[in-house]
T-cell receptor, first 115, second 114 residues
Protein backbone atom coordinates (compact mmCIF):
# COMPACT_ATOMS: atom_id res chain seq x y z
CA UNK A 1 0.00 0.00 0.00
CA UNK A 2 1.16 3.52 -0.80
CA UNK A 3 2.17 5.38 2.35
CA UNK A 4 -0.56 8.01 2.65
CA UNK A 5 -2.09 9.07 5.91
CA UNK A 6 -4.76 11.62 6.64
CA UNK A 7 -5.49 13.36 9.90
CA UNK A 8 -7.84 13.64 11.55
CA UNK A 9 -9.92 10.72 10.30
CA UNK A 10 -13.11 12.14 11.75
CA UNK A 11 -13.99 15.67 12.78
CA UNK A 12 -17.12 17.47 13.91
CA UNK A 13 -17.00 21.23 13.94
CA UNK A 14 -19.31 24.22 14.02
CA UNK A 15 -20.23 26.62 11.26
CA UNK A 16 -17.82 29.50 10.97
CA UNK A 17 -14.79 27.81 12.50
CA UNK A 18 -11.57 27.21 10.55
CA UNK A 19 -10.58 23.60 9.93
CA UNK A 20 -7.32 22.15 8.66
CA UNK A 21 -6.95 18.65 7.27
CA UNK A 22 -3.54 17.10 6.79
CA UNK A 23 -2.26 14.66 4.20
CA UNK A 24 1.13 13.05 4.66
CA UNK A 25 2.92 10.80 2.17
CA UNK A 26 6.08 8.74 2.38
CA UNK A 27 6.32 7.96 -1.36
CA UNK A 28 8.06 11.20 -2.44
CA UNK A 29 5.45 11.62 -5.19
CA UNK A 30 5.38 14.98 -6.91
CA UNK A 31 1.63 15.49 -7.31
CA UNK A 32 -0.85 15.68 -4.45
CA UNK A 33 -4.59 16.22 -4.63
CA UNK A 34 -7.53 17.00 -2.39
CA UNK A 35 -10.96 15.67 -3.38
CA UNK A 36 -14.33 15.72 -1.74
CA UNK A 37 -16.75 12.83 -2.13
CA UNK A 38 -20.49 13.40 -1.99
CA UNK A 39 -23.32 11.03 -2.96
CA UNK A 40 -24.21 11.35 -6.62
CA UNK A 41 -21.16 13.44 -7.42
CA UNK A 42 -18.32 10.97 -7.25
CA UNK A 43 -15.04 12.66 -6.44
CA UNK A 44 -14.56 16.33 -7.20
CA UNK A 45 -11.16 17.98 -7.22
CA UNK A 46 -10.71 20.82 -4.75
CA UNK A 47 -7.04 21.73 -5.20
CA UNK A 48 -3.90 20.03 -6.33
CA UNK A 49 -0.17 20.54 -6.02
CA UNK A 50 2.55 19.85 -8.56
CA UNK A 51 5.47 20.59 -6.27
CA UNK A 52 6.49 22.36 -3.09
CA UNK A 53 4.69 25.71 -2.95
CA UNK A 54 3.10 25.03 -6.35
CA UNK A 55 -0.66 24.63 -6.15
CA UNK A 56 -3.67 25.17 -8.38
CA UNK A 57 -7.43 25.19 -8.11
CA UNK A 58 -9.74 22.37 -8.99
CA UNK A 59 -13.42 22.49 -9.87
CA UNK A 60 -14.77 23.15 -6.36
CA UNK A 61 -12.15 25.35 -4.74
CA UNK A 62 -14.35 28.12 -3.29
CA UNK A 63 -14.05 28.25 0.49
CA UNK A 64 -10.88 26.14 0.55
CA UNK A 65 -7.19 26.93 0.57
CA UNK A 66 -4.14 24.68 0.51
CA UNK A 67 -0.48 24.79 1.34
CA UNK A 68 2.47 22.58 0.59
CA UNK A 69 5.67 23.58 2.34
CA UNK A 70 7.26 20.13 2.13
CA UNK A 71 7.05 17.37 -0.45
CA UNK A 72 5.40 15.01 2.01
CA UNK A 73 2.68 17.28 3.43
CA UNK A 74 -0.37 18.85 1.80
CA UNK A 75 -2.76 20.80 3.99
CA UNK A 76 -6.36 21.66 3.21
CA UNK A 77 -7.94 24.55 5.11
CA UNK A 78 -11.58 25.45 5.30
CA UNK A 79 -11.33 29.11 6.15
CA UNK A 80 -14.82 29.36 7.67
CA UNK A 81 -16.60 26.03 7.63
CA UNK A 82 -20.16 25.83 6.30
CA UNK A 83 -22.69 23.00 6.41
CA UNK A 84 -22.26 22.53 2.64
CA UNK A 85 -18.69 21.45 3.33
CA UNK A 86 -19.85 18.41 5.26
CA UNK A 87 -18.30 15.65 3.21
CA UNK A 88 -15.66 12.95 3.05
CA UNK A 89 -12.30 14.35 2.00
CA UNK A 90 -9.69 12.26 0.25
CA UNK A 91 -6.08 13.01 -0.40
CA UNK A 92 -4.37 11.37 -3.37
CA UNK A 93 -0.86 11.29 -4.77
CA UNK A 94 0.68 10.50 -8.13
CA UNK A 95 4.12 10.53 -9.68
CA UNK A 96 4.51 12.16 -13.06
CA UNK A 97 6.01 9.25 -14.94
CA UNK A 98 5.13 7.91 -18.37
CA UNK A 99 4.63 4.41 -17.03
CA UNK A 100 2.17 5.50 -14.37
CA UNK A 101 -0.19 7.45 -16.63
CA UNK A 102 -1.27 9.52 -13.68
CA UNK A 103 -2.46 6.57 -11.63
CA UNK A 104 -3.45 7.98 -8.25
CA UNK A 105 -3.08 6.45 -4.82
CA UNK A 106 -5.63 7.47 -2.22
CA UNK A 107 -5.54 8.01 1.48
CA UNK A 108 -8.16 6.54 3.84
CA UNK A 109 -10.28 9.72 3.93
CA UNK A 110 -11.45 12.24 6.54
CA UNK A 111 -15.11 12.44 7.42
CA UNK A 112 -15.96 16.06 8.26
CA UNK A 113 -19.27 17.14 9.72
CA UNK A 114 -20.08 20.84 10.01
CA UNK A 115 -22.98 21.59 12.37
CA UNK B 1 -13.51 19.23 -21.88
CA UNK B 2 -13.44 15.80 -20.41
CA UNK B 3 -16.41 14.10 -18.82
CA UNK B 4 -17.40 10.68 -17.59
CA UNK B 5 -20.87 9.16 -17.36
CA UNK B 6 -21.56 6.00 -15.42
CA UNK B 7 -24.90 4.47 -16.30
CA UNK B 8 -26.72 3.27 -13.21
CA UNK B 9 -25.94 4.48 -9.72
CA UNK B 10 -26.79 1.01 -8.36
CA UNK B 11 -26.39 -2.42 -9.93
CA UNK B 12 -27.51 -5.64 -8.28
CA UNK B 13 -26.41 -9.12 -9.41
CA UNK B 14 -26.58 -12.60 -8.00
CA UNK B 15 -23.45 -14.37 -6.88
CA UNK B 16 -21.96 -16.16 -9.89
CA UNK B 17 -23.66 -13.90 -12.43
CA UNK B 18 -22.00 -11.59 -14.92
CA UNK B 19 -21.05 -8.15 -13.69
CA UNK B 20 -21.35 -5.29 -16.20
CA UNK B 21 -20.73 -1.70 -15.11
CA UNK B 22 -21.06 0.90 -17.83
CA UNK B 23 -18.86 3.91 -18.45
CA UNK B 24 -18.91 6.40 -21.31
CA UNK B 25 -16.43 9.20 -21.64
CA UNK B 26 -15.94 12.39 -23.54
CA UNK B 27 -12.48 13.58 -24.47
CA UNK B 28 -11.07 15.76 -27.22
CA UNK B 29 -7.76 13.89 -27.25
CA UNK B 30 -6.89 10.25 -26.69
CA UNK B 31 -7.70 9.61 -23.06
CA UNK B 32 -6.26 7.60 -20.28
CA UNK B 33 -9.07 5.63 -18.63
CA UNK B 34 -9.26 4.06 -15.21
CA UNK B 35 -11.55 2.02 -13.02
CA UNK B 36 -11.19 2.40 -9.29
CA UNK B 37 -12.93 0.42 -6.55
CA UNK B 38 -13.90 1.70 -3.12
CA UNK B 39 -14.75 -0.69 -0.31
CA UNK B 40 -16.75 0.65 2.65
CA UNK B 41 -14.90 3.20 4.76
CA UNK B 42 -11.79 3.02 2.59
CA UNK B 43 -10.10 5.11 -0.05
CA UNK B 44 -10.13 4.26 -3.75
CA UNK B 45 -7.90 1.56 -5.19
CA UNK B 46 -6.92 1.16 -8.82
CA UNK B 47 -8.66 -1.79 -10.48
CA UNK B 48 -7.28 -1.36 -13.99
CA UNK B 49 -6.24 1.28 -16.50
CA UNK B 50 -6.22 1.82 -20.26
CA UNK B 51 -3.09 3.38 -21.65
CA UNK B 52 -3.51 2.64 -25.40
CA UNK B 53 -1.30 -0.46 -25.33
CA UNK B 54 -4.26 -2.85 -25.71
CA UNK B 55 -8.00 -2.31 -25.98
CA UNK B 56 -8.85 -5.18 -23.62
CA UNK B 57 -7.42 -4.48 -20.21
CA UNK B 58 -7.23 -7.02 -17.42
CA UNK B 59 -7.22 -5.89 -13.83
CA UNK B 60 -7.18 -7.32 -10.37
CA UNK B 61 -9.77 -9.69 -8.90
CA UNK B 62 -10.84 -11.04 -12.31
CA UNK B 63 -12.14 -7.73 -13.68
CA UNK B 64 -11.51 -6.55 -17.19
CA UNK B 65 -12.57 -3.61 -19.36
CA UNK B 66 -12.65 -3.01 -23.08
CA UNK B 67 -11.87 0.34 -24.67
CA UNK B 68 -14.17 1.03 -27.62
CA UNK B 69 -13.26 4.27 -29.31
CA UNK B 70 -16.22 4.21 -31.70
CA UNK B 71 -18.62 3.98 -28.76
CA UNK B 72 -16.52 6.15 -26.41
CA UNK B 73 -17.02 3.45 -23.82
CA UNK B 74 -14.92 1.65 -21.24
CA UNK B 75 -17.28 -0.84 -19.61
CA UNK B 76 -16.12 -2.99 -16.71
CA UNK B 77 -16.97 -6.69 -16.63
CA UNK B 78 -16.39 -9.79 -14.53
CA UNK B 79 -17.71 -13.19 -15.63
CA UNK B 80 -18.77 -14.39 -12.20
CA UNK B 81 -19.62 -12.12 -9.28
CA UNK B 82 -18.41 -12.90 -5.79
CA UNK B 83 -19.80 -11.54 -2.56
CA UNK B 84 -16.51 -9.76 -1.95
CA UNK B 85 -17.05 -7.68 -5.12
CA UNK B 86 -19.73 -5.62 -3.37
CA UNK B 87 -18.32 -2.09 -3.41
CA UNK B 88 -18.56 1.20 -5.24
CA UNK B 89 -16.84 1.49 -8.61
CA UNK B 90 -15.64 4.68 -10.24
CA UNK B 91 -14.69 5.25 -13.84
CA UNK B 92 -12.21 8.06 -14.46
CA UNK B 93 -10.58 9.83 -17.39
CA UNK B 94 -7.47 11.95 -17.64
CA UNK B 95 -5.48 13.60 -20.39
CA UNK B 96 -1.84 14.42 -20.81
CA UNK B 97 -2.52 18.14 -20.81
CA UNK B 98 -1.28 20.50 -18.13
CA UNK B 99 -1.96 19.54 -14.55
CA UNK B 100 -2.79 15.92 -15.26
CA UNK B 101 -6.20 16.27 -13.68
CA UNK B 102 -8.47 13.27 -13.51
CA UNK B 103 -12.25 13.47 -13.85
CA UNK B 104 -14.26 10.87 -11.96
CA UNK B 105 -17.71 9.54 -12.71
CA UNK B 106 -20.43 9.63 -10.08
CA UNK B 107 -19.87 5.99 -9.18
CA UNK B 108 -21.86 2.76 -9.37
CA UNK B 109 -22.58 0.79 -6.25
CA UNK B 110 -22.52 -2.96 -6.88
CA UNK B 111 -24.67 -5.22 -4.72
CA UNK B 112 -24.12 -8.99 -4.84
CA UNK B 113 -26.96 -11.23 -3.71
CA UNK B 114 -26.36 -14.70 -2.30
Amino acid sequence: DAGITQSPRHKVTETGTPVTLRCHQTENHRYMYWYRQDPGHGLRLIHYSYGVKDTDKGEVSDGYSVSRSKTEDFLLTLESATSSQTSVYFCAISELAVSSYNEQFFGPGTRLTVL
Amino acid sequence: AQSVTQLGSHVSVSEGALVLLRCNYSSSVPPYLFWYVQYPNQGLQLLLKYTSAATLVKGINGFEAEFKKSETSFHLTKPSAHMSDAAEYFCAVSQNTGGFKTIFGAGTRLFVKA
